[in-house]
């Protein structure tokens, strides 16, 4: 008789003894954050936009969830200042988000429903990296958006997304977009 092998399925993993592991591994990485080691918040945001469509109207924020426990963030020093007519501007080819709990889904971060449709007409979705330092009473934000499609490490436990530095960014308050 021939031995009888799993199939990676959807039932099969949520019963594999890593997809058990997940709560425990983001507690194992929460400790990072815990002791200082991790001072770059993850948030993702999605706007709605009063005028009817993108870019029309007043954008104002619908929804912040941020990512927990705390990802890594690698790549920020990649990105400098430079002056310009207008004020100093940050540039820079991007960042790469990793150690992204389990618990989310690739929809989730993409901004997209549960079922993969996208974003309404009038909706925005970025990720907020927000520095917090122990100088600054309010952090320092930055918006992102996805440059590649989610990837999921198994073995890991993570997903691990590069992000894309985008020009307009909220106030150290968060509630003024500009």
Do not use: C
Request: hydrophobic share 35%.
């Amino acid at each position: 008789m021939a031995p009888k092998f799993d199939k990676p399925d959807v039932a099969t993993l949520r019963k594999s003894i890593l997809h058990k592991l997940v709560p425990v591994i983001d507690s194992a990485r929460n400790i990072a954050t815990r002791v200082g080691a991790r001072p770059y918040s993850v948030t993702l945001v999605r706007t709605r936009w009063t005028g009817g469509r993108r870019g029309q109207g007043v954008e104002e924020v619908q929804t912040e969830t941020p990512l927990e426990p705390t990802p890594k963030v690698d790549g920020i020093a990649g990105l400098a200042e430079e002056l310009r007519p207008v004020g100093v501007e940050e540039i820079g080819a991007g960042i790469i988000v990793t150690q992204i709990s389990a618990r989310y889904t690739r929809e989730a971060l993409l901004g997209q429903q549960g079922d993969g449709t996208g974003l309404d007409l009038d909706e925005s979705f970025w990720w907020e990296v927000a520095y917090h330092h122990p100088s600054l009473d309010k952090p320092m934000r930055r918006r992102f958006v996805p440059a590649t499609t989610p990837e999921y490490d198994p073995g890991s436990l993570q997903w691990r997304v590069g992000l894309v530095k985008q020009t307009n960014q909220r106030g150290r308050d968060g509630s003024t977009l500009h």
